[in-house]
């Protein structure tokens, strides 16, 4: 394994940061290859620290300075996961995010977790998107990425004949309804579908379950992605977070 | 006028890109200075270019691709607009978001683009916090930043007395309240109060007119500043917007 600059033919990839770790150790301990540590780093005083929970799963550590200066030259970034990228599918009987084309990896990290955060932990991905083993997205993700299932599709109707059973929900500056007025049926999953930053989705998806609007005011153009989703996920998910 | 790197101590700034310049130009024509094109810049087809909003308002053109390499040698950016600072004041009849000492640029500049697209156009900041007219906030607000009121306070209680009228809603992970079950008194203009990215507020605050938490699962930390900040525009603006 060489310890290089992330690229997407990697079969490996790389958690930034100590938070992020900690996610990858606690939650795909089995996927960790090693924890590489900078000779700066330090814990918080009385609570346990990276080697403490590596120790814990009995994952390999190893101090490696280069490294950090050569991966995230800017960051304060001390600790690097090193794991094993893996496959995984949707739940069928849990509700879906959608992402259609989604171009930024910031933004994509920002939405898992809001999703985590909400409880909602299957994603489906349109291609072609964004990797979403690149380090950019497990960083933006604050490691919520290790809690969530994802999977990516060819086509919207690839992903759509796969769980004919949820409701689908496209978000679209021309929706039919407005997302306050909607009555979602609390025993049926949902697929909340969101098009590319800058495109969003095109007509075609009018015609695919309910187009929904997210109003707002004249003055902006669109809402920035991760903040629709946001909106949308905290209306969909009252009920069962509260 | 030198045209380099912005710095905070500059008396001007640059919008970046064309739509934000666009902003620029149509909201705050009078602090336009002259608008900077790139030699490859190409308009949309059959749509008013940039040379025509600046022919409209009188506003100075310049091709200077040189500056173009300097000031954003990564992004396709044909189009920077120079802009004269300017202060403001805050509506004491209208609602208002406060930021207590937000560290991020894109996170700010994302939170201006919800805050106008919800109409709500008043934004408080207890310093000390991220200079709000660097070109990285204007850009991540594409543009919005130009509808925007906006002061800067030497502390919270400053703020607070300057708009004792206010109903002050503080956003705590251990607020008093949760985000659903608030009714507000739409009569009464409020204030929604956000910490810093990486501490949130500090207890003093749950004193602080309601606290107020949105519930998210034990997955993550917490949400995404701007995502909450979201969320509760959203929330409390919905009456208003639809």
């Known amino acids: 394994m060489a310890l290089k600059k992330y690229k997407k033919d990697y079969s490996y990839s ?7 770790t900690i996610e990858l150790i606690n939650s795909k301990p089995d996927k960790a290859i090693k924890v590489l540590v900078n000779s700066n ?3 918080s005083k009385g609570q346990p620290d990276i080697y403490d929970f590596c120790k814990d799963k009995d994952i390999q550590t190893e101090t490696n300075d280069k490294f950090f200066t050569r991966i995230s030259p800017k960051e304060n970034c001390y600790v690097i996961g090193i ?5 995984l599918f949707l739940q069928e009987d849990k509700s879906h995010i959608v992402l259609v084309n989604p171009s930024n990896m910031g933004n994509m990290g920002t939405i898992i977790r809001t999703m985590v955060g909400f409880g ?9 998107g964004v990797d979403i083993f690149d380090p950019k997205v497990i960083r933006a993700s604050m490691g919520a990425f290790f809690k969530l299932n994802f999977k990516y599709y060819n086509s919207f109707d690839e992903y759509k004949n796969s769980f004919p059973g949820h409701h689908i929900y496209t978000f679209m500056l021309n929706g039919a309804s407005t997302i306050k007025d909607i009555k979602h049926n609390a025993d049926q ?15 075609s998806f009018l015609k695919e379950g309910t187009s929904v609007v997210i109003k707002h005011t004249n003055n ?17 998910s009252k009920k069962n977070i509260y």
Request: charged share 20%.
């Open 83 to 87: 794991f094993e990228k893996y496959d």
């Open 41 to 43: 780093y330090k814990g």
């Open 120 to 128: 909602i932990n299957n994603l489906a991905i349109v291609s072609p």
């Open 189 to 203: 999953k949902f697929s909340l579908v969101f098009g590319n930053e800058a495109k969003g989705l095109d007509d």
């Open 14 to 20: 790389y958690a930034l940061g100590e938070f992020p």
């Open 220 to 236: 902006i153009d669109s809402l920035n992605l991760p903040i629709a989703v946001g909106i949308a996920i905290y209306e969909f």
